[in-house]
């Protein structure tokens, strides 16, 4: 028996082979890929290194993080976007069915929508020319399956939505991306404190990742998805920081420079100008004066006590009973019971403690109904304190 070598391979073929085969994977999935021809043959030719490597039998390091580059790379929706809805009135029926009131917000977003329109037939060659047909009526269903088949997507404009927690700048990005037919994507910009967040790390430095736009490019599936950029004046504390954040943000905002953006990792000129961005704040404390010449500034106002009754019974109070499966036969709240509700302690200028209020209402009834209570609960003026803690209303 040969001890020298016992229980270790004679060759190293099997491991080779392997090797080789995920190698060849690898550039089969980049070369099938739709990504563009320059980032193509820049990526090939680490593939072809590792394969030199792998059919001299050496494993080596590089590849991991050249498999980590690929597939991000092919993961990037190169080329694909998603066809625009335009249909105002569809539109406006979905706004309408999701948020109360706020109609100067919605007129300043339909009045983008239809110019977007515009734009799109013009984009196409498309002309009205149906006399009959006015101009207000291009939001029917068939002028825009008609209009949506072209050969590129117009630009979005960019909005900055203003007002204190709560008032429905989040959600009523998502009623926007929902109504043209768009993919939605979020990102968090609060208490950012690193520019790569935005822009990507190195793939020469430690942990290399792409940036949070490229992310939200690849959870999409799409390059024209609604991207809404949440928080953009919490960015960071520190000067410095918050200027590299405020810059980075310039160029992924503004239409002239966003159409290459680059991002460290990808180490390539990426387009978001099909993208609709959208971006929110409490307040424009910290933002630069060229980003903000650079948005559409719409202000969201406190809801009055009267719109929040509203919000309540027709919005807030179905979706909850919804929720725990329960329809409105279960629980009845008395008129005189909702200003108790409404008026949390202090001025809330949006709906989120009129949210925990009467969730937290339907919750304590649920109780009651699984504990044997006859349905419907009636909730009253005398029994509120049962339903509402003490602390969350004028019983304090």
Request: aromatic share 6%.
């Amino acid at each position: 028996m040969d001890y020298i070598n016992a229980g270790i391979p004679q060759n190293n073929s099997v491991t080779t082979d392997d090797s080789i085969a995920e190698v060849l994977a690898l550039k089969n999935s980049l070369q099938n890929s739709n990504a563009p021809i320059e980032l193509k043959n820049d990526a090939i030719s680490s593939i072809e290194r590792l394969e030199r490597i792998a059919r001299k039998g050496v494993y080596s390091a590089e590849f991991e993080n050249v498999n980590k580059y690929i597939q991000w790379v092919t993961r990037i929706p190169w080329g694909v976007v998603s066809q625009d809805n335009f249909d105002l009135q569809h539109a406006k029926e979905l706004m309408d069915s999701t948020h109360y009131g706020m109609d100067p917000v919605k007129n300043v977003i339909m009045d983008y929508l239809a110019s977007m329109q515009l734009e799109s037939r013009q984009s196409t060659g498309v002309t009205n020319n149906t006399p009959s047909q006015p101009l207000g009526s291009l939001g029917g269903r068939t002028q825009v399956d008609t209009i949506s088949i072209r050969p590129k997507t117009v630009k979005a404009p960019v909005f900055l939505f203003v007002g204190l927690q709560g008032v429905g700048k989040t959600s009523i990005a998502k009623s926007i991306a929902e109504a043209m037919g768009r993919k939605f994507a979020r990102i968090s910009l609060g208490a950012i404190g690193d520019v790569r967040t935005l822009r990507g790390t190195p793939r020469y430095a430690l942990d290399p990742e792409p940036g949070q736009v490229i992310k939200a490019l690849v959870r999409s599936g799409t390059m024209n998805p609604v991207i809404l950029l949440d928080e953009i004046e919490k960015a960071s504390g520190n000067a410095g920081l918050l200027n590299d954040v405020m810059a980075a943000l310039l160029e992924i905002l503004d239409p002239e420079q966003n159409s290459s953006f680059i991002d460290h990792y990808i180490d390539y000129p990426v387009d978001l100008s099909k993208a609709f961005f959208i971006c929110t704040a409490n307040n424009l404390g910290g933002l630069s004066a060229a980003l903000l010449d650079r948005v559409e500034i719409i202000r969201f106002t406190s809801y009055s006590d009267d719109e929040k009754a509203v919000i309540a019974k027709k919005y807030i109070l179905p979706r909850v009973l919804s929720g725990l499966n329960l329809s409105e036969e279960f629980i009845r709240i008395e008129e005189n019971v909702w200003p108790m509700i409404i008026r949390p302690v202090g001025f809330d200028a949006g709906i989120r403690q009129l949210e925990r209020n009467i969730a937290g209402i339907v919750r304590a009834a649920a109780r009651k109904i699984i504990e044997g209570t006859p349905v419907p609960i009636v909730v009253t003026s005398e029994n509120i304190s049962q339903y509402l803690p003490p602390d969350q209303g004028p019983l304090s």
